[in-house]
T-cell receptor, first 110, second 119 residues
Framework: GENVEQHPSTLSVQEGDSAVIKCTYS??????FPWYKQELGKGPQLIID?????GEKKDQRIAVTLNKTAKHFSLHITETQPEDSAVYFC?????????FGSGTRLLVRP | DVKVTQSSRYLVKRTGEKVFLECVQD?????MFWYRQDPGLGLRLIYF???????EKGDIPEGYSVSREKKERFSLILESASTNQTSMYLC??????????????????FGAGSRLTVL
């Protein structure tokens, strides 16, 4: 069946360093790839997304890249700050159904 | 500020009890979803609804049912709770956005979650 693999499961970086989270999807018909951030005690919140007709998208310190041929997409966070500490989920979708990755717990050490 | 509100943040129930989880959205969204979140498994879709009184099974519907009598409200029902249903339950609503090129994006807004413990 359809699935999304996400790596790493945990990531610890020093404040100011970059963080990269990678996902691989199985359904080649997927055309929308959002990233969600979940802070403690809250529901996931959309932080950035990319559609299949775009290779890269940037929003301030975060960026997402998509390689449709390899069915890979990645989240890049530059100049990390303590408030970036959270669990991050990638997802892939076609129409209404989003398939989520297993999540990455990011810890930014001050 | 737009919102998805889940009525209960924490519930403790006993095996065999009937459990109702309620979700209300104020964004006039057509689509609503129930996900289950477990460590290491991410978010798994239980059921979704794309219109009032319409529902579709997700990936793990067994042991659950849903009800959508009004556009803004989507309820998840555990007919007879079991210990393996102890989990965090997330409700979401969405707007399906179509771009000029015709590609679509299902943009979800989540509630804060309901943590259910079944003893």
């Amino acid at each position: 069946g359809e699935n999304v693999e996400q790596h790493p499961s945990t990531l610890s970086v020093q404040e100011g360093d970059s963080a990269v989270i990678k996902c691989t999807y199985s359904d080649s018909a997927s055309n929308y790839f959002p990233w969600y951030k979940q802070e403690l005690g809250k529901g996931p919140q959309l932080i950035i997304d990319i559609r299949s007709n775009v290779g890269e998208k940037k929003d301030q310190r975060i960026a997402v890249t998509l390689n449709k041929t390899a069915k890979h997409f990645s989240l890049h966070i530059t100049e990390t700050q303590p408030e970036d500490s959270a669990v991050y989920f990638c997802a892939a979708s076609r129409f209404y159904k989003l398939i989520f990755g297993s999540g990455t717990r990011l810890l930014v050490r001050p | 500020d737009v919102k998805v509100t889940q009525s209960s943040r924490y519930l403790v129930k006993r095996t065999g009890e009937k459990v109702f989880l309620e979700c209300v959205q104020d964004m006039d969204h057509e689509n609503m979803f129930w996900y289950r979140q477990d460590p290491g498994l991410g978010l798994r879709l239980i059921y979704f609804s794309y219109d009032v009184k319409m529902k579709e099974k997700g990936d793990i519907p067994e042991g659950y049912s849903v009800s959508r009598e009004k556009k803004e409200r989507f309820s998840l029902i555990l007919e007879s709770a079991s210990t393996n249903q102890t989990s965090m339950y997330l409700c979401a609503s969405s707007l399906y956005v179509t771009s000029m090129t015709g590609s679509g994006a299902n943009v979800l807004t989540f509630g804060a979650g309901s943590r259910l413990t079944v003893l």
